[in-house]
């Protein structure tokens, strides 16, 4: 199991250790920005590929994710040393709870249409 604290200095080591090995033609940003667009297509074909008896529990994964994003924009708002990032991690703040709202709705919409209508 990976430690999840190191995961950063890990992924800063692999991007430094690219540019080392290409002569500095890689710019870590468009390193760790490649890295980003590849994990939006990752994500596209395996939540694409899911079958629909199981988007149930793929809500409810987002919805666990989400709610570590919170925890993330709550750390931005307290710890922000200048009002811009205040500002950026109150719109975070915002986006998420929306989000985490709205996946709940949906997941309890899902659920809706497995029960068995009264008649």
Do not use: C
Not at 14 to 22: D, E, I
Not at 47 to 75: D, E, F, K, Q, R
């Amino acid at each position: 199991v990976q430690d999840l604290a190191n995961a950063p200095a890990g992924a800063e080591a692999a991007g430094n250790a690219a540019h080392a090995l290409s002569g500095g033609a890689i710019d870590p940003f468009v390193f760790r920005f490649a890295i980003f667009v590849l994990a939006i297509f990752v994500g596209y074909y395996v939540v694409w590929s899911v079958t629909p008896a199981l988007h149930t529990p793929l809500m409810a994964v987002t919805n666990a994710i989400s709610s570590v994003i919170v925890v993330g924009a709550l750390l931005a708002v307290g710890i922000a040393a200048s009002g811009l990032a205040a500002g950026f991690g109150f719109v975070a703040l915002v986006l998420v709870s929306v989000n985490i709202f709205g996946g709940f709705l949906v997941t309890q919409r899902m659920l809706a249409m497995y029960k068995k209508k009264e008649k």
